[in-house]
């Protein structure tokens, strides 16, 4: 199974482009038909994991993949499946 990864440890503070960057990697993921995308918010105060969630959660992204899994094992990771 193909993947992507995204690791937002060296834009953690630069709003513009960690939207730019989740823009991206959405859409690349759709465009190539990949089914999984790993978003590596880090561990931190755990507001960054929120920001990305709710990036998510916007109708018009929510509709381009299919589900949204925390990892259990490790609090710093997001993944989002895709389905074609």
């Known amino acids: 199974m ?3 990864k995204l690791d937002l440890h060296e834009i953690y503070n630069d709003t ?3 939207d730019k960057e989740l823009n991206r990697i959405i859409d690349e993921a759709v465009d190539r038909k990949i089914e999984l995308v790993e978003i590596i918010p ?3 105060s755990g507001q960054l994991k ?3 969630l709710r990036f998510l959660n916007q109708p018009h992204i929510k509709r381009q993949y ?3 899994e925390k990892d259990s094992k490790n609090f710093g990771r997001i993944f989002v499946h895709f389905r074609f």
């Open 2 to 4: 193909a993947k992507l």
């Open 16 to 18: 513009g482009k960690l």
């Open 42 to 44: 880090g561990k931190g």
């Open 50 to 52: 929120k920001k990305v």
């Open 66 to 68: 299919h589900r949204v």
